[in-house]
């Protein structure tokens, strides 16, 4: 079944101690990003991967880090968490557009972390 | 700056009638656009797109129309059904980097 993977799917930490949220997905997409979705505020984009290697800042990218070392995984890392990174994370992927029919994202479940 | 608008937080029709959602947006280089449908505890599920070179898609009971002199697309579910209960999402799409902006989301709640 084609999907993305994220775990954990819920997570509850203390201010300061790094977390990783891991994002993996096995459709072979290139491309691969990480939203927020907070209320009132909707999906917004913290960092994207065009293709291994290759990763750029979205939309609210402070305080968050990411790596795209393999095509299928792209772990999203919270160095030093603090209580306003508090939200639900998606993690997404998609086929270049040129490729042939375009779907969007795939997206993951979901990751409802809260930092105290 | 929000430059795909989803200006109704919420919309409540009865089922078998038509739900319109609207979304309008700002950025001209918007040249692919898509309605995505979310359930609580889920990620967000592609519904239909459109692309710029038309006006008009139809899948099943949804369907989108793209208006660009207004920046305006809407979705139209016909007829509703209880389990078209959901946030619904639209996005848009263009230039290089296949980012998708997200309006804020619209919850569509159908009454039996």
């Known amino acids: 079944e084609a999907q993305v993977t994220q775990n954990p799917r819920y997570l509850i930490t203390v201010t300061g101690k790094k977390l990783t949220v891991t994002c993996s997905q096995n459709?072979?997409?290139?491309?691969m990003s990480w939203y927020r979705q907070d209320p009132g505020l909707g999906l917004r984009q913290i960092y994207y991967?065009?293709?291994?290697?290759?990763?750029d800042k979205g939309d609210v990218p402070e305080g968050y880090k990411v790596s795209r070392k393999e095509k299928r995984n792209f772990p999203l890392i919270l160095e030093s968490p603090s209580p306003n990174q508090t939200s639900l994370y998606f993690c997404?992927?998609?086929?270049?557009?040129?490729?042939?029919?375009?779907?969007?994202?795939?997206f993951g479940s979901g990751t409802r972390l809260t930092v105290v | 700056d929000q430059q795909v608008k989803q200006n109704s937080p919420s919309l409540s029709v009865q089922e078998g009638r038509i739900s319109i959602l609207n979304c309008d947006y700002t950025?001209?280089?918007?040249?692919?656009f898509l309605w995505y449908k979310k359930y609580p505890a889920e990620g967000p599920t592609f519904l239909i797109s459109?692309?710029?070179?038309?006006d008009k898609n139809e899948d099943g009971r949804f369907t989108v129309f793209l208006n660009k002199s207004a920046k305006h697309l809407s979705l139209h579910i016909v007829p509703s059904q209880p389990g078209d209960s959901a946030v619904y999402f639209c996005?848009?799409?263009?230039?290089?980097?296949?980012?998708?902006?997200f309006g804020k989301g619209t919850l569509l709640t159908v009454n039996p």
């Open positions: 997404a992927s998609s086929a270049y557009r040129d490729r042939g029919p375009y779907y969007g994202y795939t």
């Open positions: 459709m072979n997409h290139e491309y």
């Open positions: 991967s065009m293709n291994v290697e290759v990763t």
């Open positions: 950025n001209s280089m918007f040249d692919y």
């Open positions: 459109i692309s710029s070179i038309k």
């Open positions: 996005a848009a799409s263009g230039g290089s980097n296949y980012k998708l902006t």
